[in-house]
């Protein structure tokens, strides 16, 4: 028995349609927001209203409903859970065998200034972690090694999911725009070049907007120069890459590029003083009192070439395991040797979206893949157990140190597969679709909520990738109705996405999880909420100007 998508299943009303569509998520983000819920109850609570306004208002069979929440638990677990989980057992395993303490102190001899390390590694370092893996994975990690820097959790987590935006749309080897190629029919290379135009401008202001969240407005003048470093050598090699190569290698090479602008821009550079967090600056000052009375520098000696390249190889096999899983080919082979892969039951091409939401009636796709070799969490995990038996850690101390990790995160993958869950709840019932038909209404003003639609997409979703799966395909036919370019809205809906990264709830979990404030996700949703928001907007005025003002911006497929 197959099922049609309806859209406005409450008296023909889209307004009111989309009102109630939108209950579960507001319901999810007012739990943790407003009323201190935590986590893994506000997700549930989510789930459920998903559920019973899936089947009792838009008519989806409950088999149907039941399978779509399934199957997105499963998805949360495999591979989003697995890639917190490991990312986390990587970062425990530094911890345990003290080489953290080590990389803190390379990171500060290079800049001690929290400012600076911001930019390093909520910025440069996340952003080359985003392009390699995407899927969470650059928050886990930046989280964590803020914390293990001195961070606070709140700000850690805070910064982390501010910090990775810009890069997002071609993270994971520039896996969002491929598939919005693909789900759209447009020309990749066009859709590239696009988004090429439109996010190196946020590329560009991000390191400031980040630096100024955490020191405020006269703390980000004093280090305007690592933030527009920082931010000119991503973009530039950000539009290059993207409008002359294509999009699998923008974030790898702009990350490069900022990492190493920066680097070099510290040996001939360094802030006026000394930024910490108010709650630092007392222990500063008596631990500088100490080191002058017995003299500076005899108080401590920094680590040692050999010593530092020790601390830091973890990351540095992290980074390169994290880019072989991304390669195409290496995953292609993996999946040879081991991807069992299952029809969801009940759900598989039963479910059909409808116009306008596609072109015509069309069967929605539901297989899962037990891709346990190809997922990005197996290369974290193999990066952490080499890690560990090169820093002399035993099976058994790994095996500890794996369990501890286990424990820390239950509740956190918990909450995940609930948060996915509701997403594909939401997804297969047209829930979603009506809220994207709501902001695709706006006739000519959609240039300006296109982004807004993808921003949309990914607080709902969780992903990038998703929301171009979920809302490409309406862009591209609601510019056609205002005569729009169907590339400018498709590509905007993955720019403007790039900015709802730091609200979805799966991406404040993973904060929460890295920086251990699980049960405080609210705290850290508040803090984000509004940072996204109004940088959403700001690409909606972009966009909107590409469209009316600088049509030329658009470029012409080949």
């Not at 390390?117 to 964590?144: D, Y």
């Not at 995940?416 to 047209?430: E, H, K, N, W």
């Not at 999880?513 to 940072?531: C, K, N, P, S």
């Amino acid at each position: 028995m197959s099922w049609t998508q309806t859209y406005t299943p409450v008296a023909g009303s889209l307004i009111g349609s989309a009102l109630v569509a939108a209950l579960p998520v507001v319901a999810l983000l007012g739990a943790l927001a407003f009323f201190h819920v935590k986590a893994h109850w506000a997700a549930l609570v989510g789930l459920a209203l998903a559920l019973g306004i899936a089947i009792g208002v838009y008519g989806m069979p409950a088999s149907m409903a039941g399978a779509a929440a399934l199957n997105g638990a499963a998805f949360g677990l495999l591979p989003i859970g697995w890639i917190v989980l490991n990312a986390i057992f990587v970062y425990d395993i530094t911890v345990r065998t003290g080489k953290f303490e080590v990389v803190k102190e390379t990171i500060a001899g290079l800049a001690s200034d929290r400012r600076i390390q911001v930019l390093l590694i909520g910025f440069s370092f996340g952003a080359f972690i985003e392009g390699a893996a995407g899927f969470g994975t650059p928050v886990a990690i930046s989280a964590a090694m803020l914390i293990g820097l001195g961070f606070k959790p709140l700000p850690a987590a805070g910064l982390a999911l501010i910090g990775n935006t810009a890069p997002v749309a071609y993270g994971a080897l520039g896996t969002p725009i491929i598939t919005l190629a693909k789900v759209t029919g447009l020309n990749e290379l066009a859709l590239s070049a696009m988004a090429g135009r439109q996010l190196p401008l946020f590329s560009l202001i991000v390191p400031f907007w980040l630096v100024w969240a955490m020191s405020g407005f006269r703390g980000m003048v004093e280090v305007w120069p690592a933030c527009l470093v920082a931010g000119l050598f991503f973009a530039v090699p950000q539009f290059v890459v993207s409008n002359f190569y294509g999009p699998s290698l923008v974030d790898i090479v702009a990350a490069a590029g900022s990492l190493l602008a920066v680097y070099l821009l510290l040996k001939v550079w360094q802030p006026r003083s000394v930024w910490r967090f108010h709650d630092e600056r007392d222990g500063d000052a008596a631990l500088a009192g100490a080191r002058k009375s017995v003299g500076a520098a005899a108080a401590r000696r920094g680590p040692t070439g050999a010593e530092a390249l020790v601390a830091w190889l973890p990351w540095i096999i992290l980074s390169v395991f994290v880019f072989a899983w991304g390669l195409p080919s290496v995953k292609s082979w993996m999946n040879g040797l081991f991807n069992p892969t299952w029809e969801v039951p009940f759900l598989h091409n039963l479910v059909h979206k409808a116009p306008p939401v596609s072109k015509a009636l069309a069967p929605e796709a539901a297989k899962y893949s037990l891709n346990l070799l190809s997922a990005t969490g197996t290369g974290l995990l193999l990066s952490g157990v080499v890690s560990g038996l090169l820093l002399k850690l035993g099976p058994g101390d790994l095996l500890r140190t794996y369990l501890g990790t286990l424990k820390r995160v239950r509740f956190s993958l918990l909450t995940i597969a609930a948060m996915l869950a509701l997403g594909f709840t939401t997804r297969f019932s047209g829930s979603d679709s009506t809220m994207g038909l709501a902001f695709a209404s706006t006739g000519h003003l959609f240039p300006f909520f296109s982004p807004l639609l993808g921003w949309l997409g990914v607080a709902l979703t969780g992903s990038d990738t998703s929301s171009n799966v979920l809302f490409g395909n309406l862009q591209v036919v609601s510019a056609q109705q205002i005569g729009m370019n169907p590339i400018l809205a498709a590509a905007s809906n993955s720019s403007g996405g790039v900015m709802g990264k730091m609200i979805d709830a799966q991406s404040i979990v993973v904060a929460s999880v890295a920086t251990g404030q699980h049960g405080h996700e609210g705290a850290i949703l508040r803090y984000v909420f509004w940072h996204s928001l109004v940088l959403a907007c700001l690409v909606g005025v972009v966009v909107f100007l590409q469209a009316y003002v600088f049509p030329w911006m658009v470029p012409i497929p080949h």
